[in-house]
């Protein structure tokens, strides 16, 4: 089973993405679906992240701008992004969780231009 994100791309800032991630077959137990992204030269940082019953976080620097959200039925996560900053480039990956395995998707570009 493989994770597929779409919905990245080039905007300029203020402007909108909505992110996707979709697993390829079923994955049994997912617990935490999440968001994260990796700027040029900097280490992998956890831009959000959903419980199996819902619960939230965020870090502080998308708190306001960045909306995480399940569709369990459909094993997908999505990321809806607005008031994006240059600084929000990097690309994006998302992850499930499960009792024995981490799966990660494979990576979508967001740029943001200024």
């Known amino acids: 089973v493989q994770l597929q994100a779409s919905g990245g791309g080039l905007v300029q800032a203020g402007g909108s993405l909505r992110l996707s991630c979709a697993a390829s077959?079923?994955?049994?137990?997912?617990?935490?679906m999440g968001w994260y992204r990796q700027a040029p030269g900097k280490q992998r940082e956890l831009v959000a992240r959903?419980?199996?019953?819902?619960?939230?976080n965020y870090a502080a620097s998308v708190e306001g701008r960045f909306t995480i959200s399940r569709d369990n039925a459909r094993d997908t996560v999505y990321l809806q992004m607005i008031s994006l900053k240059p600084e929000d480039t990097a690309v994006y990956y998302c992850?499930?969780?499960?009792?024995?395995?981490?799966?990660w998707g494979q990576g979508t570009q967001v740029t943001v231009s200024s």
């Open positions: 959903i419980s199996s019953i819902g619960s939230t």
């Open positions: 992850l499930f969780t499960t009792p024995n395995y981490n799966y």
């Open positions: 077959g079923s994955i049994f137990s997912i617990n935490d």
